[in-house]
């Protein structure tokens, strides 16, 4: 499908979702470029979560339009989303505990129309990507959160998404298995040359591999650049690491 | 000491095995405990006494059929329409679906039971080891063998039934990862419904007649099964429904005479104990609350 007509950005035009009067995400253009890895942050209670619920079809917006190229994809359902070729990762993993590792990767390639061997190969090259193979066989309830955690982005990874939404991948993870993950991500956009939307605590995932970062304060943009700029922006400073570290 | 009972409650146990099987799969991958399966039986049965003088075959191959797509239409019509209502609406629905279906066969082929011809050549015996055993019990372990194994298979091996297995853990999340529910609920009363024409076969086989009222008996065995094996699970079905007919059976020829008419509140006050001591069932499945 990507060959008939490549779809270059996921962008987000003036979304808003307010929760009973609540500016949750006001007004926030976001772009996601293909073959980029974005990263979107800010501190707790920012709205990047529920931006990225949004963009999933998770949250119903409540003004402004996500598009996907160009077909406006407000409103539809997260399966119809993840149909299209945008895939996100949960951050409780969600896995199926009673499937097998493989199974429940597999079960990520049926979703966006494969088959049978197909299904399974897809599933295989994903663990293989993830550097989870080795545990193929696994009951889901018997691996590591680590590992859990890589097999739910293969999951995600088998449906050779357009763009790839991953949330708080390193959230419980050691700095051994975070520095490996930062890798795995870069290894993922260079295999699918896929989108990556990456919300992330850990600055070292984000300032490490994301290409451009957009910040988030109070519902709304306070910065969007590269990681250079990100880092002596006065007002994500302000916003951000001051709030936090001082 | 005769042990000639021994194999009747073993023939006895596989075949509630089965009957229980089909219920479970379909309560565990959409909640919804089908009272209206037994009704597929007894479909089951007026589908035999219809094609009786056909070829063997061609009997079992019909009765399948029909079944089959009753099986799916119930699902279609009457279970579509409440999949996101309450348990209780489900359940009510089924019970109503069920009493529907029974009225309608009584509209249809009587009141009284319609008689069945006897399949003489399953009560064909042969004698092992002193103990005898008749075709008919034989035809009932190899076929609910095959059963189980096929059924195990199509869950291991096949893309729908890998869907499936993951819709019995989570219906919702299995709808995200992009599974379709309509197919994999469709699919699961495409089982459901070919082992209630295979229960069927096995069990009017030992039969002379077939009445509108026949699966009454069936769905109860089958629902107290699933609830001893431990709702969710279809090893536990099948090890419950299994229990159901293996003790019920030693219970009709251990039992005093003069206590013989009470096997059926013996084996009842077994299930209050094992519920008591396990009250998820035997083999308990993880998130399903009962």
Known sequence: ?246 | MNLQFIVDAIGTGALYSLMTLGLALVFSVMGLMNFAYGQLVMIGGFSIILLRSQPWWLLILGTILIVVFVSLLMERLAFRPVRNATAMTMLVTSFALAQFLQQLARVAFGANPKPLEQFSELSVQYEVAGLIISRQVILTLVTTTLVLIGLALLLRKTNIGIQLRASTEDVGMAALVGIKSNRVIAAAFVISGTIAAIVAILFFATRTNVSWSSGESIVLIAFVGAVIGGLGSMVGAALGGFLMGFVYTMLNALLPMELRVFADAFLYTLVIVVLLIRPGGLIAAKGVRV
């Open chain 1, 1 to 246: 499908m990507d060959s008939v007509s490549p779809v270059d950005v996921l962008s987000t035009t003036k979304v808003c979702v307010y929760f009973e009067g609540v500016k949750a995400v006001d007004e926030v253009d976001l772009e996601v470029p293909r073959g980029r890895i974005t990263g979107l942050i800010g501190p707790n209670g920012a709205g990047k979560s529920t931006l990225f619920n949004a963009v999933s079809g998770f949250v119903p917006l409540t003004a402004g339009t996500v598009h996907f190229g160009a077909q406006d994809i407000s409103g539809w359902s997260p399966t119809r989303i993840a149909q299209l070729g945008l895939v996100r990762t949960f951050q409780d993993t969600r896995i199926f505990k009673r499937l097998t590792i493989l199974e429940n990767v597999e079960l990520g390639a049926m979703g966006s129309g494969l088959l049978g061997v197909k299904a399974r190969k897809a599933a295989g090259d994903a663990l293989e990507l993830l550097g989870v193979s080795h545990l193929s066989d696994e009951l889901a309830a018997n691996v590591a959160l680590g590992d859990e955690r890589r097999a739910g982005i293969a999951r995600a990874v088998a449906t050779e998404p357009d763009f790839l939404l991953l949330d708080e991948p390193a959230a419980g993870l050691d700095d051994d298995e975070t520095a490996a993950l930062s890798g795995t991500i870069v290894a993922i956009r260079d295999a699918l040359g896929c989108g990556v939307l990456l919300v992330e605590h850990d600055m070292s995932v984000i300032f490490g591999i994301c290409e451009g970062i957009h910040v988030m304060d109070s519902g709304r943009t306070i910065a969007v650049g590269s990681p250079e700029q990100i880092r002596t922006n006065p007002a994500v400073i302000e916003a951000y690491f001051g709030r936090e570290h001082s």
